[in-house]
């Protein structure tokens, strides 16, 4: 994988309980912890064809909203699953984070748009 390809900027956070500035306790509180640069993996043709064979129209609903990306293994929080995602505006919800333990290079997330 090379760094050239990381060409998106996105931020990870977190929603936690919290106060607002008159001190009324509010639900959701957006924590920014980092902004790395990322890389967007596409879809393979054998995985959009498959996708879009299920259900007419659906397998590319479900690709829209599901997105991998590749960041650097070295954060400066690491990354679970507790953990949300703005990429263009859009609300992403970690599903899965795959660490490269072995060569310490990159991680790859695997997230899901929140509505």
């Known amino acids: ?21 008159d001190g009324e306790t509010i639900d959701n ?20 064809k498959s996708r879009s064979s299920q259900e007419f129209g659906e397998g590319i609903q479900k690709r829209k909203r599901t997105i991998s990306f590749n ?4 954060q400066k929080e690491t990354v679970d699953t507790s953990m ?3 990429f263009r505006g859009d ?6 984070v795959e660490t490269d333990y072995m ?6 997330i695997s997230a899901v748009m929140t509505e």
Do not use: H
Not at 9 to 14: A, D, L
């Open 91 to 96: 609300t992403y919800q970690i599903i899965d």
């Open 29 to 48: 509180k957006r924590t920014d912890l980092f902004s790395c640069w990322a890389e967007v993996q596409k879809a393979t043709v054998k995985e959009f």
């Open 84 to 86: 949300l995602i703005d």
């Open 1 to 21: 994988m090379r760094t050239t390809n990381m060409n998106e900027r996105i931020t990870i956070f977190k929603e936690t309980p919290g106060q607002n500035d």
């Open 71 to 74: 960041i650097r293994y070295r």
């Open 103 to 108: 060569k310490k290079d990159f991680s790859m």
